[in-house]
C-alpha cells in the first residue's frame, strides 16, 4: 500500500515564539521543558514560522512513514494526498493550518491581514482567519480572550496608543470574555484579538504565520522593535488591516463566539461540527467522542488532519488498524475514501478540514 493510500503518523512539532509557554502544553504531551521555550505546537505544517529564521515550523513524518517533511511528501504527488480539485485551487498546500497555544502570559493585542490586504501588502496567498477550540484552563484561574472593539473605538485614537505604547488603553479598546473547556471562538480576519493565559486551545487557521500587533512592550517589560508591529510597512498599513467595525458586547458575544452543531449521535458516539461552513468557508474543525468501544464511520471528500484530543482507540482503513492516543496528528490522505474510528475505552479526536 502506497502511503497516499493509507493514514500515517507526524512528529510533535514545538515552536517557540514572541512569548514562553505555559504549563498546559507541556503537560498535555508530557514533555519537559523547564525554561518554557515552546508556547505552540503546530499540525501537519507546510508553513515556516515567520520567527527564528524560519528554522522552526515543518512537520516531519514519524520515521516508520519515512521521516521525510510533510511538505515534500504533497509536493511529490499532490493530487494523491489533496485531490484534484483542492490542487487546482490551492497547489501542493494544505491551505489550512492547526495550532496548539498555551502561552505563559497574555498575548499581545494583534491582527491578521484578510486575503486581499495580505495579497497588497506582503505578497501572499492566504489571509488569517482563524478560530479556537479551547481544550483546557488552569484549574482555580479565570481564563480570558481579548476580542473586537469596543463601541466609540476610532482609528485616530487607536494610533495615539500605538504610538505611545498605551497598554491599559490599548486593551481597554477591546471586549475581555472568560472562557471555559469547550468554548469556540471565532477570529475573523482584521479583528483586534489577544488570547489571555491560562487556557489551552486548539486553533485552526489560513496557512500564513503573519501577526501585525498594537503592543510591542511585553508582560515582562521587554520591548520588541518597531517592526514587530508592521513589518517594516509603517502605521498606516497597520491600521488599515485592523478592522474598526465597533459592537457591544452583546453584538461582539454574538459575534466570536460559535456554538457546535451536532452531525451525528447515536449511543456514546458523538460528532460536533465546531466551525465550518455556516461561519467561514476557510476552513472546518469537527469533534468526535467515543465511549465503551464505540465506533465512528466516515467518508473522506478531500483530507483530514486528524489530533487525538483524549483517549486511546483505533483509526481504522479497510483491513488496516492504526493505534492511536492522546497527543497523536495522523494526517488521512485524499487516497483514503473511507475510515473508521474504534474507542478503547473513550476517545476524542478533532478532524480538521481544508477550505471547500
Not at 493514514?7 to 515564539?17: C, G, K, T
Not at 485614537?157 to 473547556?181: D, G, W
Amino acid at each position: 500500500m502506497e502511503l497516499c493510500e493509507m493514514p500515517f503518523v507526524l512528529e510533535l512539532n514545538r515552536i517557540s515564539y514572541l512569548m514562553k509557554g505555559g504549563n498546559l502544553l507541556k503537560e498535555f504531551f508530557g514533555y519537559s521543558d523547564p525554561d518554557c521555550r515552546y508556547s505552540q505546537v503546530w499540525l501537519a505544517s507546510t508553513v515556516r514560522s515567520a520567527l527564528n529564521g524560519g528554522r522552526e515550523g515543518l512537520s516531519v513524518l514519524r520515521k516508520d512513514y519515512g521521516g521525510d517533511y510533510l511538505k515534500t511528501v504533497l509536493e511529490r504527488k499532490p493530487e494523491e494526498f489533496l485531490g484534484k480539485e483542492h490542487v487546482n485551487k490551492y497547489g501542493a498546500s494544505p491551505a489550512v493550518l492547526v495550532k496548539l497555544l498555551n502561552s505563559k502570559t497574555r498575548l499581545l493585542v494583534q491582527t491578521h491581514p484578510t486575503k486581499e490586504k495580505a495579497k497588497a501588502y506582503f505578497d501572499l496567498p492566504f489571509g488569517k482567519t482563524e478560530c479556537w477550540y479551547v481544550l483546557d484552563t488552569v484549574k482555580n484561574r479565570t481564563a480570558y480572550i481579548y476580542a473586537g472593539f469596543r463601541p466609540g473605538v476610532t482609528r485616530e485614537c487607536f494610533r495615539s496608543y500605538i504610538e505611545m505604547q498605551e497598554t491599559e488603553k490599548i486593551l481597554n479598546c477591546l471586549h475581555q470574555f472568560t472562557v471555559a473547556p469547550g468554548d469556540v471562538v471565532y477570529i475573523p480576519a482584521g479583528t483586534p484579538h489577544a488570547l489571555g493565559a491560562d487556557s489551552l486551545v486548539a486553533e485552526i487557521q489560513e496557512p500564513v504565520d503573519l501577526t501585525l500587533r498594537a503592543e510591542r512592550i511585553r508582560p515582562d517589560g521587554s520591548v520588541l522593535p518597531e517592526e514587530s508591529l508592521h513589518g517594516g510597512l509603517g502605521m498606516a498599513v497597520l491600521l488599515d488591516c485592523f478592522d474598526f467595525t465597533c459592537l457591544e458586547r452583546e453584538q461582539a458575544g454574538k459575534r466570536y463566539f460559535v456554538k457546535p452543531q451536532t452531525l451525528a449521535q447515536t449511543g456514546g458516539t458523538r460528532a460536533v461540527c465546531l466551525i465550518g461552513p455556516s461561519t467561514t468557508k476557510c476552513f472546518s474543525m469537527n469533534r468526535v467522542t467515543l465511549s465503551g468501544g464505540g465506533e465512528y464511520s466516515a467518508q473522506n471528500h478531500h483530507f483530514v488532519i486528524v489530533f487525538a484530543a483524549a483517549g486511546r482507540g483505533e483509526l481504522m482503513v479497510g483491513g488496516q488498524s492504526l493505534k492511536i492516543e492522546k497527543g497523536m496528528e495522523i494526517f488521512i490522505p485524499y487516497g483514503v475514501r473511507e475510515y473508521r474510528y474504534r474507542a478503547e475505552n473513550s476517545l476524542e479526536v478533532l478532524e480538521c478540514f481544508p477550505p471547500e
